[in-house]
T-cell receptor, first 114, second 117 residues
Framework: AQKVTQAQTEISVVEKEDVTLDCVYE???????LFWYKQPPSGELVFLIR??????QNEISGRYSWNFQKSTSSFNFTITASQVVDSAVYFC???????????FGRGTSLIVHP | DTGVSQDPRHKITKRGQNVTFRCDPI?????LYWYRQTLGQGPEFLTY????????KSRLLSDRFSAERPKGSFSTLEIQRTEQGDSAMYLC???????????????FGPGTRLTVL
């Protein structure tokens, strides 16, 4: 069985603050994939990143960065210098178990105030 | 815009009625996925097509649900005898045939929000 926990239901910050969204996953498989998606108010999920279990390198893309730590089964997402346009629900997802059908977390709603 | 499109965007129906949703994937994508998302939850996988073949179905897809992709292009999702528990956002996604299925980059449509009264 696979499971994704996003313990933070909602985070509220003021523009230009840094914010970290937590994601903890569970799987018995050694080969798996982790994802982050953004869902703005329009409803369309937008792919942000994919990581496989064999690549623990952290990644930076502009103001976004991801910290993958197998030792703690976590794949956390940090937004540096947040902007109002970052306001959205962010989902972490895990694909493993042979079929690789993804399991999504419940999402973290990020509200960035001007 | 050549993204994934879904129609209708909103559907209100009475319990017991049948509804059908349509998804048009990105034209060159041969993988198509349907998900369901209820309020406050992440998307849940329903079914997957490779071209016109339906290769995976979730246990969530009861007998009242049927999906088709007749020519390997657009897809339809039909719910018969709708129940209030079917109220949700139905999301469609597509991806190209690159890499392991489900792990390639999926492009999502805006969803169809179903309300069953």
């Amino acid at each position: 069985a696979q499971k994704v926990t996003q313990a933070q239901t909602e985070i509220s910050v003021v523009e230009k603050e840094d914010v970290t969204l937590d994601c903890v996953y569970e799987t018995r498989d050694t080969t798996y994939y982790l994802f982050w998606y953004k869902q703005p108010p329009s409803g369309e999920l937008v792919f942000l990143i994919r990581r496989n279990s064999f690549d623990e390198q952290n990644e930076i893309s502009g103001r976004y960065s991801w910290n993958f730590q197998k030792s703690t089964s976590s794949f956390n997402f940090t937004i540096t210098a947040s902007q109002v346009v970052d306001s959205a629900v962010y989902f972490c997802a895990l694909a493993s178990g042979g079929s690789y059908i993804p399991t999504f977390g419940r999402g973290t709603s990020l509200i960035v105030h001007p | 815009d050549t993204g994934v499109s879904q129609d209708p965007r909103h559907k209100i129906t009475k319990r017991g009625q049948n509804v059908t949703f349509r998804c048009d994937p990105i034209s060159e994508h041969n993988r198509l996925y349907w998900y369901r998302q209820t309020l406050g939850q992440g998307p849940e996988f329903l079914t997957y097509f490779q071209n016109e073949a339906q290769l995976e179905k979730s246990r969530l897809l009861s007998d009242r649900f049927s999906a088709e992709r007749p020519k390997g292009s657009f897809s339809t999702l039909e719910i018969q005898r709708t129940e209030q528990g079917d109220s949700a956002m139905y999301l469609c996604a597509s991806s190209s045939n690159s890499g392991r299925v489900f792990t390639d980059t999926q492009y999502f449509g805006p969803g169809t929000r179903l309300t069953v009264l």
